[in-house]
Structure formats: structure tokens, C-alpha cells
């Protein structure tokens, strides 16, 4: 699911950052839960990028840069300061059991696409992130731990536990649904 | 490997980060555990569901022309970004240079316009019947003339051995300010030495050293308080001979 690499060298800011307007701005959407937000937001990673640009090194990762100036301009933001709960990366399991015995297929041929974009806006903050940079971004491992500043072993233990809080959020609300009806 | 093992491998493997030998292991292991099989096929189902909810916004097409006019005016906009950090000092130091210039400048035409006014001293001097009111080749004769005439008195060289002959002296002004005016002969050519208190705006704020100006050579210099200028239509060598005379007399 690697995208490869597209040349940096010679490539200008424009070349490089307008074909990752929309996903941006759709990440930037999701972590602020609000469209001004959200464009302000972009407009501050856009005009960062564009000033440190000259600083960016050719053959590192142009998307994951972006994607980090974004997120930190999110955290120092004052809704990013509000949201970001600290998560404890220690103390959390590298892999989680799964407690449900309804099998997920089933489960997620319930859970329809307004019901997983609920689950997602629901989710910490930190779990979104990375499963949008991972599912919807579909960035590598790699990618993902220069986008967050964080170690690969800390990408795959927080992925984990962001899916398996996917998981727990599904059923409860489809059996919720189901009750209501 | 059990299935619990093989779980802690499901993430990685539907995201594509395991290695080929493992996915292989992996698949090989699905094909026999119904159970596995079932559980990564959700994992994939979720990571899907996640992928297509996840692509939720679109930016409006008025903030995309914002970006995209922001981002492509790159080149003017980093131009004038940097003019904007540049102007300041830039219009400082084009202002500075323009006061150093015009200060130079004024300075330059004070000093050309003090040179001018020496080079007609001497000259008029020269041209006039009676060159110098104290006719001497005496220095002793010629220093004591000019006590109580001007308000300060210096020491004459002297010019024995040498190729200099004190022809005189006279009162002159320069800058409204009183000085002596003693004319010098080395090989029918005449110089004027020109003696000042070193004060005032225009005699004071000279700097030294040898000049050309108006075909004359001229060389000054400030010894014990007095502004010394030797003017004449000679050798920069001479001039500058007869002023070590001088600066070895004062």
C-alpha cells in the first residue's frame, strides 16, 4: 500500500504540496470538527511549509512532512490543546484480544458508512489521526512515525488499540440501533 | 505458531507490513484457521469502511483558489517576503549612503572650496606689487614681525643646506580667521606656507595630508595647535621637503 515516492528534486513547493490539498484538508476537517478551523488550520500548515521549504531536504518524505507541520500546528492550536489527550503509549498492550465473539464481518456489513465516520469523530483524538493516516492516507508504518514524531513500535501499538476502539465502538452502537428499531 | 501468535501479526499483515516470508506463513495459516481467516477479513473490512468514511471533506473551491493563488505566487510571494525583510535595512543603508555621500560630499566642497581659497592667497600674493610686508630672508626678522598682528606665533626653520630661501611674510585670512602668510623660493618657484590657529568649522575640520587640486601641490597638517598648509606650483617633493622643515621647526 506504499505510494511511492514522487522526485522531490527540482519539484517546487506547488508541484509538490497542491496535489495534497484535498487529503490535508480533509485531515485537518477531522481533527478540528470544524470548517474555519479546518481551513485556517491548512492555511497555517501551507504557508509553514511554504516558508520552511527551503529547509525541507530532497529524498525525505514530502507527505509525511506536511502532514507534520499540520498536526503540530493542530496540537498548539487551541482546539488541538483541548483535544489531545495525552496517550499513554507505555502501559497500553502492543496487541489486543478480541473480546467480541460476533464475528466483524457481520458486524461491519451492519455498521454503514455514516456509522463509522460517527465512530471515527467519536474517537480520541489520537486514535483518528492515525487511522486516517493510515487508512485513508494509506501511509507505511514509516510515513506514519515521521508524520507523528514517534517511533514505528509506537505507530504499531497505537494502531492497534485505535482499531480495536473502533471495534469496541461498532457493536454497541449497532446493537443500540438494533434495540431501536 | 497458534493463532494468538499469528494475531499480534494481523495488523501488520492487512496493512501490507509484513515481510514476504511472514505474509506467506500468514496465508498459509488462513487457509487452515477458519476463525483467523474470519478475523483478518474483518480487519480488512474495517480498514476499508474506515478508508471510505475517512474521505469525508472537501475543501470549498474558494479555499483551494486561496491556497493554490498563495502557493503559486511562490516565487513573487517569497520575493516579496524577502524584500520585506530586506527593505529595511536596505533603505537604511541606501539612506545612510545617501547622508555619508552628501556629508562627504559637503565635506569634500569645504575642503576643495579651503584648497581653492589657499591656491588664491598664494597666487594673489604672488601677483600683488608687494607680495609680503615683511621683506626678509630672516627668520628671526620675519617671526617677531608678526607678534601682536595675529594671535598666536610659531617657529621658522632653519634653512641652511638647504634649497629654500624665506622670501617674506604677510597677514592673511582665511575663514575670517587671521594667520601668516610667509612665501618661500626654491628654484625661482615661490610657495606659500599658510599658518592658522587649528580651530574653527572650516580650517579644523580638514583632514591631512598631500593634495592636488588646481595644479597646485598642497600638503597640511596641524603641529602644536596650528593648521600648517604649504601651497605652491612645485613637486609634491618639494612641498613636502619644505614641510618637514617646518614640522621639524614647530
Given at each position: 500500500?506504499?505510494?511511492?515516492?514522487?522526485?522531490?528534486?527540482?519539484?517546487?513547493?506547488?508541484?509538490?504540496?497542491?496535489?495534497?490539498?484535498?487529503?490535508?484538508?480533509?485531515?485537518?476537517?477531522?481533527?478540528?470538527?470544524?470548517?474555519?478551523?479546518?481551513?485556517?488550520?491548512?492555511?497555517?500548515?501551507?504557508?509553514?511549509?511554504?516558508?520552511?521549504?527551503?529547509?525541507?531536504?530532497?529524498?525525505?518524505?514530502?507527505?509525511?512532512?506536511?502532514?507534520?507541520?499540520?498536526?503540530?500546528?493542530?496540537?498548539?492550536?487551541?482546539?488541538?490543546?483541548?483535544?489531545?489527550?495525552?496517550?499513554?503509549?507505555?502501559?497500553?498492550?502492543?496487541?489486543?484480544?478480541?473480546?467480541?465473539?460476533?464475528?466483524?464481518?457481520?458486524?461491519?456489513?451492519?455498521?454503514?458508512?455514516?456509522?463509522?465516520?460517527?465512530?471515527?469523530?467519536?474517537?480520541?483524538?489520537?486514535?483518528?489521526?492515525?487511522?486516517?493516516?493510515?487508512?485513508?492516507?494509506?501511509?507505511?508504518?514509516?510515513?506514519?512515525?515521521?508524520?507523528?514524531?514517534?517511533?514505528?513500535?509506537?505507530?504499531?501499538?497505537?494502531?492497534?488499540?485505535?482499531?480495536?476502539?473502533?471495534?469496541?465502538?461498532?457493536?454497541?452502537?449497532?446493537?443500540?440501533?438494533?434495540?431501536?428499531? | 505458531?497458534?493463532?494468538?501468535?499469528?494475531?499480534?501479526?494481523?495488523?501488520?499483515?492487512?496493512?501490507?507490513?509484513?515481510?514476504?516470508?511472514?505474509?506467506?506463513?500468514?496465508?498459509?495459516?488462513?487457509?487452515?484457521?477458519?476463525?483467523?481467516?474470519?478475523?483478518?477479513?474483518?480487519?480488512?473490512?474495517?480498514?476499508?469502511?474506515?478508508?471510505?468514511?475517512?474521505?469525508?471533506?472537501?475543501?470549498?473551491?474558494?479555499?483551494?483558489?486561496?491556497?493554490?493563488?498563495?502557493?503559486?505566487?511562490?516565487?513573487?510571494?517569497?520575493?516579496?517576503?524577502?524584500?520585506?525583510?530586506?527593505?529595511?535595512?536596505?533603505?537604511?543603508?541606501?539612506?545612510?549612503?545617501?547622508?555619508?555621500?552628501?556629508?562627504?560630499?559637503?565635506?569634500?566642497?569645504?575642503?576643495?572650496?579651503?584648497y581653492?581659497?589657499l591656491a588664491?592667497?598664494h597666487?594673489?600674493?604672488?601677483?600683488?606689487?608687494?607680495?609680503?610686508?615683511?621683506?626678509?630672508?630672516?627668520?628671526?626678522?620675519?617671526?617677531?614681525?608678526?607678534?601682536?598682528?595675529?594671535?598666536?606665533?610659531?617657529?621658522?626653520p632653519?634653512l641652511?643646506g638647504s634649497e629654500f630661501t624665506l622670501?617674506?611674510?604677510?597677514?592673511?585670512?582665511?575663514?575670517?580667521?587671521?594667520?601668516?602668510?610667509l612665501i618661500y623660493q626654491v628654484r625661482k618657484h615661490e610657495i606659500s606656507v599658510?599658518?592658522?590657529?587649528?580651530?574653527?568649522?572650516?580650517?579644523?575640520?580638514?583632514?591631512s595630508g598631500p593634495v592636488h587640486a588646481l595644479s597646485f601641490n598642497l600638503q597640511n597638517w596641524?603641529?602644536?595647535?596650528?593648521?600648517y598648509f604649504v601651497v605652491g606650483d612645485v613637486s609634491a617633493e618639494d612641498i613636502e621637503a619644505l614641510s618637514r622643515l617646518l614640522k621639524n621647526a614647530?
Amino acid at each position: 500500500m506504499k505510494v511511492p515516492e514522487k522526485p522531490v528534486r527540482d519539484a517546487t513547493f506547488e508541484d509538490l504540496a497542491m496535489p495534497l490539498f484535498d487529503q490535508l484538508y480533509n485531515f485537518a476537517r477531522w481533527l478540528t470538527h470544524d470548517t474555519a478551523e479546518a481551513e485556517d488550520l491548512v492555511q497555517e500548515t501551507f504557508a509553514k511549509a511554504l516558508r520552511g521549504f527551503s529547509s525541507f531536504r530532497p529524498g525525505t518524505n514530502f507527505r509525511a512532512w506536511m502532514y507534520r507541520i499540520l498536526r503540530n500546528s493542530f496540537l498548539s492550536s487551541r482546539t488541538g490543546l483541548r483535544t489531545m489527550v495525552a496517550l499513554d503509549e507505555e502501559t497500553g498492550e502492543s496487541s489486543l484480544p478480541v473480546e467480541s465473539t460476533t464475528p466483524e464481518s457481520n458486524l461491519i456489513e451492519q455498521a454503514d458508512r455514516e456509522m463509522v465516520q460517527q465512530a471515527l469523530a467519536d474517537l480520541p483524538v489520537a486514535f483518528r489521526e492515525i487511522l486516517l493516516l493510515s487508512e485513508v492516507e494509506e501511509m507505511s508504518y514509516q510515513e506514519i512515525a515521521e508524520a507523528l514524531t514517534i517511533p514505528v513500535g509506537t505507530v504499531m501499538s497505537r494502531l492497534s488499540r485505535a482499531r480495536k476502539a473502533l471495534r469496541d465502538w461498532l457493536p454497541k452502537r449497532v446493537e443500540g440501533g438494533r434495540h431501536g428499531m | 505458531m497458534g493463532c494468538e501468535q499469528w494475531r499480534d501479526k494481523f495488523d501488520s499483515y492487512v496493512d501490507g507490513e509484513l515481510d514476504a516470508a511472514e505474509a506467506n506463513a500468514l496465508r498459509t495459516h488462513l487457509r487452515e484457521c477458519a476463525a483467523c481467516a474470519a478475523e483478518v477479513l474483518g480487519r480488512v473490512q474495517i480498514k476499508r469502511s474506515v478508508q471510505m468514511a475517512g474521505k469525508r471533506y472537501a475543501p470549498s473551491a474558494e479555499f483551494r483558489g486561496r491556497i493554490a493563488k498563495s502557493v503559486a505566487a511562490k516565487p513573487r510571494r517569497q520575493g516579496s517576503w524577502y524584500w520585506k525583510i530586506l527593505a529595511v535595512p536596505a533603505l537604511a543603508v541606501i539612506i545612510l549612503s545617501i547622508a555619508v555621500n552628501l556629508f562627504v560630499g559637503r565635506e569634500n566642497v569645504r575642503r576643495q572650496r579651503v584648497y581653492s581659497e589657499l591656491a588664491d592667497l598664494h597666487v594673489s600674493a604672488l601677483a600683488s606689487a608687494t607680495p609680503v610686508d615683511v621683506l626678509s630672508t630672516d627668520r628671526h626678522t620675519v617671526k617677531p614681525w608678526f607678534q601682536g598682528k595675529i594671535p598666536f606665533s610659531f617657529n621658522l626653520p632653519e634653512l641652511q643646506g638647504s634649497e629654500f630661501t624665506l622670501l617674506g611674510g604677510r597677514v592673511t585670512y582665511l575663514a575670517q580667521t587671521p594667520g601668516a602668510h610667509l612665501i618661500y623660493q626654491v628654484r625661482k618657484h615661490e610657495i606659500s606656507v599658510f599658518i592658522f590657529q587649528d580651530r574653527g568649522e572650516e580650517i579644523a575640520r580638514l583632514g591631512s595630508g598631500p593634495v592636488h587640486a588646481l595644479s597646485f601641490n598642497l600638503q597640511n597638517w596641524t603641529q602644536n595647535g596650528l593648521r600648517y598648509f604649504v601651497v605652491g606650483d612645485v613637486s609634491a617633493e618639494d612641498i613636502e621637503a619644505l614641510s618637514r622643515l617646518l614640522k621639524n621647526a614647530g
